[in-house]
């Protein structure tokens, strides 16, 4: 297992690398990334700048039985770019190794840092309709 803290850092790098682009360009682009682990901890970061950048209340990424990806946000019912397969199952098991769960199912708060400011997020993965589910919930 990497260590969750490296994972956690990369991952606010990432949100400060790009913290000027537009996220979901950036994620529309990432459909053929070759390193499926450093792809999963960039659309994690960009996940969380459009979180932040459109007051989302959450952001869920669904991992099908059929290794396809959905991501939906909870300000409205829209879909945002998915992941590739191999992507999203990365991005579910980084977010597991960062917020320490090693079962299917957890739940944690993360304290997150972007630029000049932090904030919690409450992360929690579960198995959902024969897939997994990773939901990142914005603070209000």
């Given at each position: 297992?990497?260590?969750?803290g490296?994972?956690?850092?990369q991952?606010q790098?990432?949100?400060?690398?790009?913290a000027?682009?537009?996220?979901?360009?950036?994620?529309?682009k990432?459909?053929?990334?070759?390193?499926?682990?450093?792809?999963?901890?960039?659309?994690?970061?960009?996940?969380?700048?459009?979180?932040?950048?459109n007051?989302a209340?959450?952001?869920?990424?669904?991992?099908?039985?059929?290794?396809?990806?959905?991501?939906?946000?909870?300000?409205?019912?829209?879909?945002?770019?998915?992941?590739?397969?191999?992507?999203?199952?990365?991005?579910?098991?980084?977010?597991?190794?960062?917020?320490?769960?090693?079962?299917?199912?957890?739940?944690?708060?993360?304290?997150?840092g972007?630029?000049?400011?932090?904030?919690?997020?409450?992360?929690?993965?579960?198995?959902?309709?024969?897939?997994?589910?990773?939901?990142?919930?914005?603070?209000a």
């Open positions: 297992m990497k260590d969750s490296n994972l956690h850092q991952v790098e990432m949100c400060d690398c790009f000027t682009s537009d996220p979901l360009r950036e994620m529309s990432m459909q053929h990334e070759s390193d499926a682990e450093a792809a999963a901890l960039k659309w994690i970061g960009l996940a969380v700048l459009h979180g932040i950048n007051n209340q959450s952001i869920s990424l669904q991992e099908n039985p059929d290794g396809t990806v959905t991501v939906l946000a909870t300000y409205r019912e829209s879909e945002l770019p998915p992941p590739a397969g191999a992507i999203g199952a990365h991005i579910i098991k980084a977010m597991r190794d960062i917020i320490h769960v090693d079962d299917a199912e957890g739940e944690s708060t993360l304290a997150f972007v630029r000049n400011s932090s904030m919690d997020l409450h992360v929690k993965t579960e198995e959902k309709n024969g897939g997994q589910r990773l939901t990142i919930s914005f603070p």
